[in-house]
């Protein structure tokens, strides 16, 4: 199955059956890869994705922005990005817009990058 973002996150070639043939640490053309390709963008946006129902949901904002840190890095998000992104919301009128700003921003976060 040719894929370029399986390339560039480490698919072994599969010359042999050992698994130190894939590589596991992170790479600047990971982090380019998801700030910048195609196929992030695609489910980013995609309108029966995670970004989607959320904004289409009846959830509060606080708890939008929550389930979006838990859906992405596994973790309630401080106070402090909840204030942050609290105020993307209050300063668009597009909520979907918004939640996809978010869930992208989140994506190309140092600690998701690194840890996911």
Not at 51 to 63: K, M, P, Y
Not at 95 to 109: A, G, M
């Amino acid at each position: 199955l040719p894929s370029h973002f399986f390339d560039v996150f480490g698919r072994p070639s599969r010359l042999t059956v050992c698994s130190c043939e894939r590589g596991v640490e992170p790479s600047i053309a990971q982090a380019l890869h998801l700030m910048n390709s195609a196929e992030t963008m695609d489910k980013v946006m995609n309108r029966r994705g995670r970004a989607a129902e959320l904004a289409n949901s009846s959830l509060t904002v606080d708890d939008m922005i929550t389930e979006l840190y838990l859906t992405t890095l596994t973790r309630f998000p401080s106070e402090q990005e909840l204030v942050l992104m609290r105020s993307a919301f209050e300063e668009s009128k597009d909520r979907h817009e918004v939640t996809e700003d978010i869930l992208w921003t989140l994506l190309n976060t140092r600690e998701f990058v690194f840890n996911h």
